[in-house]
Nanobody, 115 residues
Framework: QVQIVESGGGLVQPGGSLRLSCAAS????????MGWYRQAPGKQRELVAT???????NYADSVKGRFSISRDNTKNTVYLQMNRLKPEDTAVYYC?????????WGQGTQVTVSS
C-alpha cells in the first residue's frame, strides 16, 4: 500500500517561483525513478523532469535552466523547484514513482501562472 501526494502548487505571476513536493509513503521497495509530469487543458500529459536513485536527472527542453529536480531517498520525497515561471507552465503537475517494473501516480497539484 503506497500513498503518493503532491503539494506546493498555487497561483503565481510570470517570473515567479514555486517549489513542489511529492512524498511516496508506504513503499517497502527501493524507488528507482521519481519524476514530474504536467498536463494543460486540451493537451496531453508531458514529461517535465526525472531523477534516478543515484541522482541522474533529465529535463524537458522547455524547462531546462529554469526548473530543478531533487530527491531525498531516506524520505522517499521528490521536489521540483520552478523559477522564472511562464504562463505556458500553467498545468496540473503530477508526481510519478517508478520501481523496477511498475509505476504509480499522485493526484496532481495545480500550478497557475498569470498576471
Amino acid at each position: 500500500q503506497v500513498q503518493i501526494v503532491e503539494s506546493g502548487g498555487g497561483l503565481v505571476q510570470p517570473g515567479g517561483s514555486l517549489r513542489l513536493s511529492c512524498a511516496a509513503s508506504g513503499s517497502t521497495v527501493s524507488i528507482y525513478v521519481m519524476g514530474w509530469y504536467r498536463q494543460a487543458p486540451g493537451k496531453q500529459r508531458e514529461l517535465v523532469a526525472t531523477i534516478t536513485s543515484s541522482g541522474s536527472t533529465n529535463y524537458a527542453d522547455s524547462v531546462k535552466g529554469r526548473f530543478s529536480i531533487s530527491r531525498d531517498n531516506t524520505k522517499n520525497t521528490v521536489y521540483l523547484q520552478m523559477n522564472r515561471l511562464k504562463p505556458e507552465d500553467t498545468a496540473v503537475y503530477y508526481c510519478n514513482v517508478h520501481w523496477v517494473m511498475v509505476s504509480a501516480w499522485g493526484q496532481g497539484t495545480q500550478v497557475t501562472v498569470s498576471s
